[in-house]
């Protein structure tokens, strides 16, 4: 977990011995081969729009496969024969081929070729020109997220797609993201299917260096060929492949520091002291004699002011990244190839406490062979990982929110030791007996680590025994093992916050395979002005795992620390008591699916696209296995009929289009239709029994067995049905491009778990029950332009609107609950999914402001409204009697709103001149709710943010926050927690120049280096220090359909960091 600065640098220099033997010799020998032939061919290529040379054109001799690159210049030098063929070809350009003939000069000029550059995406088994495109499909290049500089290539990806929602579920290194498409469509886990290269994977483990294109396919007729995985979406990512010619090297790296954005505001000691004795004078008591409590002075008498928010966070953390890639090839072969190592900090705590480091390799590589009837290839990564860091989950489970609370007359140091809180004494010596050290307590009970290795990839085989026939076959896999250690050390720092019994080291593994077996047959053809595709295949899965855990709670001395406790190295005596062991079952599923596509198209203005997919999973009983997605769209290029003529001048491209499609979800675990048979800790009464003793005999007691999960053999697939209108354009000439689309998403028979009564005396089972609509619209506009020949720019804004409503639930109230004790102590649930109302709304009591003086209590009794309080007095909360029955209580509860935006929107700018490049990202979400809970009201002596320095003092003080008492009847959950969340944030600002042109080197195609600052302002009217808040990941505890809860929320960093970017 702990890494000395000596150990940092070794693991670097290791890092970069690594890129240079593994890359950098075979690339140099590569960039040395060229075969000498009998003439030398010269030239320049140029851009047939603005005349500029072209850097690294591909030039070949197409008879030997030999060639070379043009330079900054645009001048190429090769070899050849006369007669034979140079091929020139680049990326977004036309290619052209010439045959040599007695001059030693050739000149070139290339066209652009925008269906290569904008026309291309990937769909599902497969590629296709995007004006033929009939569903709703984004896409973000590789260029483009790579220059965001994130861990997380998700992170890069905020702002740039509509109908995307992506949030942070926290600010710690290597922390997950939250993602929903159109929309979040159940309770259970709405991630979307991520597949890298065909085979499903990791998003958050990619390097972004080693992306081509990110596509997204958002409704269900584009993410129908994917069946049962694709009701969340489908998120589509290539990685780089390689390219003829010869081989380029690039090396990317920055080094960053990371600080904090904006910290909460807390009282400071004389602030915090005077509340104490209002609160105290409030409630009927005395204000409190502060000299009997000698612990709050310094040895100079004075009091301590400790921030202790402030002292959680580490100042400069750092972030670095490096990554060398080597791509290249010959007409036959092509490879590409990258290695990388970053690390990242928390700002909470440093390294010691919160950091994550990753390594990735990556290996793509293709064949031809047989004259182009065949090829093979593979694409093949590994990544390690290592992360440490702090609890980042409810009340009770969350390190920074004890900052919140802890009194700031406590020291963080006694004496040079962190400071211990004497509840021992029963003196009143000390203030609080409650009172911790959450710096200490970070920094003493934050030892662990964890470390995961995934290899996952793809080998493959295309044959092409026809023109236009190629059958595919891709065989998957993707193994995952990790092991996590944690060491919880003896410590004590209030009457609760302690570990005094016993050192304990607790170990996990968890090692898991999946493999998918792909087989397609594809065909091409054409009938006079028609053109159809049709493609045919069937997919087999498998997927195995298993987890171990183990504890060792009585270390031998000389073991019990950070550096040598593990579980293997013995108890402190011979009893077996500190020691445990557990695990789950071996986990397996299975799932076969056949799919088919049937596309037409005339003259590519009007154009059908059909899917259908079948998927038989094992997670469902027989009869209930198959599950069916069909999806059918259309579309029509309308610029391309005659009656449109007139519109070509400043009307380049018009396609309106439709679709519908069915998509389905089966993300439970394996064998819910059956019922686990549990032995342990089961004993029942009956006969003569087991034991030693007489006793035990004549009980009866016997060992025993009962279900511990009911079965449900009817549990069924859940589906989701999606309708969707859209159209793309281009205007004057194709500066200007518009995407809109409008959908309806409706998702039924939800996967949940049944409530049932304790009784029972089981597990309850997964049943089909509620649904929800998903209503919304995106629009997506693009403006790119260039002045003169030096200059050009590009705009770019989107948004989305959505709305959801549950329905169907069917239990007698139609109600999903929410979790109870999360906002702080014995507090009850405060968000539900209930029919009619949007998923994970905040479920509390409204207020009309705040009693002012005895004669608006009198009227607000008189006219009929209850009160919560039972002594209410002036300057308590008007709780609104909803039921209006003269009471207020649980009946009286509403609709506070919901922590899912409304709208979200991105917006870009960027600019190149003469090398110099500047851009500017920015992302918002607005129409969103935030619940902050910074505070356990049931501690009377916890601290307050500043903003109780608003409260009520008096008739006309304040109308909003209530008086301060030792009781908590003014804190029952209501809109008095609840926020505005919306927020407009700068994610990025990048400043950066190639100096290729001025070091005129020939090796050197690009060397740009740049400044950027990430996370660079955020405009909101949230107090709190991070308006961006997912809350619960998927998967936890079930909470993954709420967001918007801050109770004491890591916030994402403010990131300056210098790069550079190299060619050769």
Same mark, same amino acid.
């Given at each position: 977990?702990?890494?000395t600065?000596?150990?940092?640098c070794i693991?670097?220099?290791?890092?970069?011995?690594?890129?240079?033997l593994?890359?950098?010799?075979? =690339?140099?020998? !590569?960039? #040395?081969?060229?075969?000498?032939?009998?003439?030398? &061919?010269s @030239?320049?290529? $140029?851009?047939?729009?603005?005349?500029?040379?072209?850097?690294?054109?591909?030039?070949?001799?197409?008879?030997?496969?030999?060639g070379?690159?043009?330079?900054?210049?645009?001048?190429y030098s090769?070899?050849?024969?006369?007669?034979?063929?140079?091929?020139?070809?680049?990326?977004?350009?036309?290619?052209?081929?010439?045959?040599?003939?007695?001059?030693?000069?050739?000149?070139?000029?290339?066209?652009?070729?925008?269906e290569?550059?904008?026309?291309?995406?990937?769909?599902?088994?497969?590629?296709?020109?995007?004006?033929?495109?009939?569903?709703?499909?984004?896409?973000?290049?590789?260029?483009?997220?790579?220059?965001?500089?994130?861990?997380?290539?998700l992170?890069?990806m905020?702002?740039q797609?509509?109908?995307?929602?992506i =949030?942070?579920? !926290?600010? #710690?290194?290597g922390?997950?993201?939250?993602?929903? &498409?159109r @929309?979040l469509? $159940?309770?259970?886990n709405?991630?979307?299917?991520?597949?890298?290269?065909?085979?499903?994977?990791?998003?958050s483990t990619?390097?972004?260096?080693?992306?081509?294109?990110?596509?997204?396919?958002?409704?269900?007729a584009?993410a129908?060929?994917?069946?049962?995985?694709?009701?969340?979406g489908?998120?589509?990512?290539?990685?780089?492949?390689?390219?003829?010619?010869?081989?380029?090297?690039?090396?990317?790296?920055?080094?960053?520091?990371q600080?904090?954005?904006?910290?909460?505001?807390?009282?400071n000691?004389?602030?915090y002291m005077?509340?104490?004795d209002e609160?105290?004078?409030?409630s009927?008591?005395?204000?409190?004699?502060?000299?009997?409590?000698?612990?709050?002075?310094d040895?100079?008498?004075?009091?301590?002011?400790?921030?202790?928010?402030?002292t959680?966070?580490?100042?400069?953390?750092t972030?670095e990244?490096?990554?060398?890639?080597?791509?290249?090839?010959?007409?036959?072969s092509t490879?590409?190839l990258?290695?990388?190592y970053?690390?990242?900090?928390?700002?909470?705590?440093?390294?010691?406490?919160?950091?994550?480091?990753?390594?990735?390799?990556?290996?793509?590589?293709?064949?031809?062979?047989?004259k182009?009837?065949?090829?093979?290839?593979?694409q093949?990564?590994?990544?390690y990982?290592?992360?440490?860091?702090?609890?980042?989950?409810?009340?009770y489970n969350?390190?920074?929110?004890g900052?919140?609370?802890?009194s700031?007359i406590?020291?963080?140091?006694s004496d040079?030791?962190?400071?211990?809180?004497?509840?021992?004494?029963?003196?009143?010596?000390?203030?609080?007996?409650?009172?911790?050290?959450?710096?200490?307590?970070?920094?003493?009970?934050?030892?662990?680590?964890?470390?995961?290795a995934?290899?996952?990839?793809?080998?493959y085989?295309?044959?092409?025994?026809?023109?236009?026939l190629?059958?595919?076959?891709?065989?998957?896999?993707?193994?995952g093992?990790?092991?996590?250690r944690?060491?919880?050390p003896?410590?004590?720092?209030?009457q609760y916050?302690?570990n005094?019994?016993?050192?304990?080291?607790?170990?996990?593994?968890?090692?898991?395979?999946?493999m998918?077996w792909t087989?397609?047959?594809?065909?091409?053809?054409?009938?006079?002005?028609h053109?159809?595709?049709?493609?045919?295949?069937?997919e087999?899965?498998?997927?195995?795992?298993?987890?171990?855990?183990?504890k060792?709670?009585m270390?031998?001395?000389?073991f019990?620390?950070?550096?040598?406790?593990?579980?293997?190295?013995?108890t402190?005596?011979?009893?077996t008591?500190?020691?445990?062991?557990?695990g789950n079952?071996?986990?397996?599923?299975?799932?076969v699916?056949?799919?088919?596509?049937?596309?037409?198209?005339w003259k590519e203005?009007?154009m059908?696209?059909?899917?259908l997919r079948?998927?038989?999973s094992?997670?469902?009983?027989?009869g209930?296995?198959?599950g069916?997605?069909?999806?059918?769209?259309?579309?029509?290029?309308?610029?391309?009929?005659?009656?449109?003529?007139?519109?070509?001048?400043?009307?380049?491209?018009?396609?309106?289009?439709?679709?519908?499609g069915?998509?389905?979800?089966?993300?439970?675990?394996?064998f819910?239709?059956?019922?686990?048979?549990?032995?342990?800790?089961?004993h029942?009464?009956?006969?003569?029994?087991?034991?030693n003793?007489?006793?035990?005999?004549?009980?009866?007691?016997?060992?025993?067995?009962?279900?511990?999960?009911?079965?449900?053999?009817?549990?069924k697939w859940?589906?989701?049905?999606?309708?969707?209108?859209?159209?793309?354009?281009?205007?004057?000439?194709?500066r200007?491009?518009?995407?809109?689309?409008?959908?309806?998403?409706?998702?039924?028979?939800?996967?949940?778990?049944?409530?049932?009564l304790?009784?029972?005396?089981?597990?309850?089972?997964?049943?089909?029950?509620?649904?929800?609509?998903n209503?919304?619209?995106?629009?997506?506009?693009?403006?790119?332009?260039?002045?003169?020949?030096?200059?050009?720019?590009?705009?770019?804004?989107?948004?989305?609107?959505?709305?959801?409503?549950?329905?169907?639930?069917?239990?007698?109230?139609g109600?999903?609950?929410?979790?109870?004790?999360?906002?702080?102590?014995?507090?009850?649930?405060?968000?539900?999914?209930?029919?009619?109302?949007?998923?994970g709304?905040?479920?509390g009591?409204?207020?009309?402001?705040?009693?002012?003086?005895?004669q608006?209590?009198e009227?607000?009794?008189?006219?009929?409204?209850g009160?919560?309080?039972?002594d209410?007095?002036p300057?308590?909360?008007?709780?609104v009697d909803?039921?209006?029955?003269g009471?207020?209580?649980?009946?009286?509860?509403?609709?506070?709103?919901?922590g899912?935006?409304?709208?979200?929107?991105?917006?870009?700018?960027?600019?190149?001149?003469?090398?110099?490049?500047?851009?500017?990202?920015?992302?918002?979400?607005?129409?969103?709710?935030?619940v902050?809970?910074?505070?356990?009201?049931?501690?009377?002596?916890?601290?307050?943010?500043t903003?109780?320095?608003?409260?009520?003092?008096?008739?006309g003080?304040?109308?909003r926050?209530?008086?301060?008492?030792?009781?908590?009847?003014?804190?029952?959950f209501?809109?008095?927690?609840?926020?505005?969340?919306?927020?407009?944030?700068?994610?990025?600002i990048?400043?950066?120049?190639d100096f290729?042109?001025?070091?005129?080197?020939?090796?050197?195609?690009?060397?740009?280096?740049?400044?950027?600052?990430?996370?660079?302002?955020?405009?909101?009217?949230?107090?709190?220090?991070?308006?961006e808040i997912g809350?619960?990941?998927?998967?936890d505890?079930?909470q993954?359909?709420?967001?918007?809860?801050?109770?004491?929320?890591?916030?994402?960093?403010?990131?300056?960091?210098?790069?550079?970017?190299?060619k050769?």
């Amino acid at each position: 977990m702990r890494k000395t600065f000596l150990e940092k640098c070794i693991n670097l220099r290791l890092c970069r011995v690594a890129l240079v033997l593994l890359f950098l010799v075979p =690339a140099i020998s !590569s960039l #040395q081969a060229n075969p000498s032939q009998n003439k030398t &061919i010269s @030239g320049v290529v $140029t851009s047939a729009t603005d005349s500029e040379p072209l850097i690294g054109v591909s030039v070949q001799v197409r008879e030997t496969a030999t060639g070379g690159i043009t330079d900054i210049d645009g001048r190429y030098s090769v070899s050849a024969q006369q007669g034979q063929t140079l091929v020139f070809s680049y990326i977004g350009y036309q290619s052209q081929e010439i045959k040599v003939g007695t001059s030693s000069v050739i000149n070139v000029v290339l066209k652009e070729d925008t269906e290569m550059l904008d026309e291309v995406v990937v769909v599902g088994y497969g590629v296709q020109k995007k004006k033929l495109v009939t569903g709703a499909t984004v896409q973000v290049k590789g260029d483009e997220i790579a220059k965001m500089n994130t861990t997380n290539p998700l992170q890069a990806m905020q702002g740039q797609t509509p109908g995307v929602s992506i =949030a942070s579920t !926290s600010g #710690q290194p290597g922390a997950d993201m939250k993602v929903s &498409i159109r @929309g979040l469509g $159940t309770v259970g886990n709405s991630a979307p299917l991520y597949l890298i290269d065909g085979v499903g994977g990791d998003i958050s483990t990619l390097n972004p260096a080693d992306i081509e294109s990110i596509d997204v396919l958002k409704d269900a007729a584009s993410a129908a060929i994917y069946g049962s995985a694709g009701a969340n979406g489908v998120v589509l990512i290539t990685t780089k492949q390689g390219r003829e010619g010869k081989a380029q090297i690039s090396f990317d790296a920055y080094y960053g520091i990371q600080n904090v954005a904006r910290k909460a505001n807390m009282l400071n000691a004389k602030e915090y002291m005077a509340i104490m004795d209002e609160q105290a004078l409030n409630s009927g008591l005395s204000a409190y004699d502060w000299s009997q409590y000698q612990s709050i002075y310094d040895a100079n008498g004075n009091v301590y002011d400790t921030d202790w928010v402030d002292t959680m966070f580490k100042d400069n953390a750092t972030t670095e990244s490096y990554t060398l890639g080597v791509t290249g090839g010959s007409a036959t072969s092509t490879y590409a190839l990258s290695l990388g190592y970053m690390s990242q900090e928390g700002i909470v705590g440093g390294s010691d406490v919160s950091n994550y480091s990753r390594y990735n390799f990556r290996v793509n590589s293709e064949h031809k062979l047989f004259k182009d009837i065949l090829k093979v290839g593979e694409q093949v990564s590994f990544v390690y990982k290592m992360n440490n860091g702090i609890s980042v989950g409810n009340q009770y489970n969350n390190t920074l929110r004890g900052a919140f609370g802890t009194s700031p007359i406590a020291p963080v140091y006694s004496d040079n030791n962190l400071y211990d809180s004497p509840y021992n004494d029963t003196s009143t010596s000390d203030w609080n007996k409650g009172d911790g050290n959450p710096y200490g307590l970070m920094m003493t009970d934050s030892n662990n680590e964890n470390k995961t290795a995934t290899f996952s990839g793809n080998v493959y085989a295309e044959l092409q025994p026809v023109k236009n026939l190629k059958i595919k076959s891709v065989f998957g896999v993707v193994y995952g093992s990790s092991e996590y250690r944690s060491f919880k050390p003896l410590y004590k720092f209030s009457q609760y916050i302690y570990n005094e019994e016993r050192t304990t080291v607790s170990q996990n593994a968890n090692h898991s395979l999946g493999m998918t077996w792909t087989n397609t047959a594809s065909y091409d053809w054409t009938m006079g002005e028609h053109s159809f595709n049709a493609l045919l295949g069937m997919e087999a899965y498998r997927y195995e795992g298993t987890y171990i855990e183990a504890k060792n709670g009585m270390l031998k001395e000389g073991f019990d620390d950070w550096e040598h406790a593990f579980v293997g190295n013995g108890t402190a005596s011979d009893s077996t008591n500190g020691l445990g062991a557990s695990g789950n079952p071996h986990t397996e599923s299975r799932k076969v699916s056949y799919f088919g596509r049937l596309g037409w198209n005339w003259k590519e203005t009007y154009m059908v696209n059909a899917t259908l997919r079948a998927d038989g999973s094992s997670n469902f009983a027989k009869g209930n296995r198959f599950g069916y997605f069909p999806s059918v769209s259309a579309g029509w290029t309308i610029t391309n009929e005659k009656f449109m003529e007139s519109t070509q001048n400043w009307l380049d491209f018009l396609k309106i289009r439709a679709s519908w499609g069915q998509v389905g979800n089966a993300n439970i675990d394996a064998f819910q239709y059956l019922a686990p048979i549990k032995s342990t800790n089961t004993h029942y009464l009956f006969g003569s029994g087991y034991g030693n003793s007489d006793a035990a005999a004549q009980l009866g007691t016997n060992w025993g067995a009962y279900p511990s999960r009911l079965a449900n053999a009817d549990i069924k697939w859940e589906t989701s049905q999606q309708t969707n209108i859209g159209l793309d354009a281009r205007f004057l000439n194709s500066r200007l491009g518009v995407n809109f689309d409008f959908y309806i998403k409706d998702t039924k028979d939800w996967l949940v778990v049944a409530p049932i009564l304790a009784t029972a005396g089981a597990g309850a089972p997964y049943i089909n029950g509620g649904g929800v609509k998903n209503t919304g619209v995106e629009l997506n506009l693009t403006w790119n332009d260039q002045i003169g020949k030096d200059f050009s720019y590009n705009i770019g804004i989107n948004g989305a609107y959505n709305k959801n409503k549950v329905g169907e639930i069917p239990n007698d109230d139609g109600i999903i609950h929410g979790s109870t004790n999360q906002l702080y102590d014995n507090t009850p649930e405060f968000y539900r999914a209930e029919n009619g109302k949007p998923i994970g709304y905040f479920y509390g009591f409204k207020t009309a402001g705040i009693f002012q003086n005895n004669q608006e209590i009198e009227d607000w009794i008189k006219a009929g409204n209850g009160v919560l309080q039972a002594d209410v007095q002036p300057g308590d909360v008007k709780f609104v009697d909803i039921n209006h029955d003269g009471r207020v209580n649980e009946l009286d509860k509403t609709d506070l709103g919901n922590g899912i935006p409304d709208f979200t929107m991105g917006f870009n700018l960027g600019f190149n001149w003469k090398g110099l490049d500047f851009s500017v990202v920015a992302n918002g979400a607005f129409g969103q709710q935030i619940v902050q809970s910074y505070r356990n009201h049931t501690s009377k002596q916890a601290n307050y943010t500043t903003a109780i320095l608003g409260r009520w003092t008096g008739e006309g003080t304040s109308n909003r926050i209530p008086r301060v008492t030792d009781q908590n009847l003014n804190w029952q959950f209501s809109d008095l927690y609840v926020q505005d969340g919306d927020y407009l944030r700068i994610s990025n600002i990048t400043l950066g120049y190639d100096f290729a042109k001025l070091l005129r080197c020939k090796v050197i195609s690009q060397c740009r280096i740049y400044a950027q600052v990430q996370n660079a302002f955020t405009f909101t009217k949230y107090d709190g220090m991070d308006p961006e808040i997912g809350y619960g990941p998927e998967g936890d505890n079930g909470q993954g359909w709420v967001s918007g809860v801050d109770l004491g929320y890591y916030p994402r960093p403010r990131t300056v960091l210098f790069g550079v970017n190299l060619k050769f």
